[in-house]
C-alpha cells in the first residue's frame, strides 16, 4: 500500500519504448499520483506510433541526450549500449536517472561521480530481481558471501556474446548446461543483456567483484530462474525468483513493475521498504 501525497508534480522522461519503457510510460500516462510523463526518446517514432497515438497526454518526443531538459527524472529502459547516452546528460544537469541497464552501469561508473558532483542522482531499480532490501541492510554490517545461480530458457539467453564467442551451440540442448560461473562483473560482460539482476545485487551487496553468479541454459525451465544465498554477521538468507518472460524474452515481466513501484516511490507519503 502506498500513500502519495503530492505538492508539484514531478516530470519523468522515458528513454526506450520496448518491453519495459512501454509499461512504465503506459502507467505514468493512466496516472501515478505526483508524477507526470513529459518526454519520450525512441529510435523511430515511426514505429511506436499506434503507441504514442493511444496516450492520453502524448509527451514530447526528444532525443535521447534532451531528455533532461523536460524533466525531473530520466527513465533509461534502452539496450545499455545508450546507457551513456542517457544518463550522462541527465545527471550533468543535476537530475535524477533510473537505470534498468545496469550492468552497463559498470563500464561507466564515473557517472556516479559525476552525478554526485552536479547533484544528480543514479536510481538502479531491483528491477528483475528480489531482496535488495535485505541486502542493502546486510551491507551495513558484513556481507562474507553472495552467490547467485541464474538458469534462463534458451530464448533468454541467444545471442549473448559469451555463447557466440565460445561458439555454444544451445539450440539443441536437452538438459541444463552450466555456462558461467565467475564474478558479477565478468558475467555482465558475456550476458550483457541477461544478468543486470546480478549486478544490482553486486552494487547492493560486496560489489561485482566479490558476487559470485552461475548462469545455465535450462531447457527444462519456462521462466528466468534466479536462486541466491547471502552470508553476512546479521543474518543468512536465501531469496529465489521465477520471473515469466516478457514479450523480450530476457526480460521478466516484473522488471517495468519494479521501476513503476520506484517511480511511486519518489513521491510517496508512506514508503515501505528500505
Ligand atoms: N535491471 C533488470 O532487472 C533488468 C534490466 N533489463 C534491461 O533493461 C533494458 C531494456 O529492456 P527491454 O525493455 O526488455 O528491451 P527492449 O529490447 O524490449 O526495448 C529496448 C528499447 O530501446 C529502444 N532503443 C534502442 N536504441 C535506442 C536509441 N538510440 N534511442 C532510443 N531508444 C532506443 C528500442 O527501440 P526500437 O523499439 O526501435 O527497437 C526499444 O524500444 C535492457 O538493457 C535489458 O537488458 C531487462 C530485464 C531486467
Ligand atoms: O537480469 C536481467 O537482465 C533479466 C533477468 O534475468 C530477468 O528478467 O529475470
Redesign the pocket.
Known sequence: MTDQNASSELRVAI???????TKVASALDQGIEGLALSAL????PA??QAFLGGLRHPPQILP?DRLGDAADIVVE????S?LR?IIEPAVRRGKSAVV?????LLDNYDLVDLARANGGRILV?T???IGLDAVNAAAIGTIHSVKMVTRKPIDGLKGAPFIVQNNIDIDNLREPLKLFEGSARDAAKGF??NV??AV?LSLAGIGPDRTQIQVWADPTVTRNVHRIEVEADSARFSMSIENIP???P???LI?AL?VIALLRKQRATLCVGT
Do not use: Y
Request: charged share 10%; glycine share 20%; aromatic share 0%.
Open positions: 528513454a526506450g519504448l520496448g518491453s519495459i519503457g526518446a525512441v529510435r523511430d514505429k511506436h535521447i529502459c534502452a539496450p545499455s545508450q547516452g534498468v541497464s545496469v550492468g552497463g531499480s528491477g528483475a530481481l550483457p543483456a543486470n539482476v544490482a516478457s514479450e523480450n530476457k526480460t521478466g522488471t519494479s
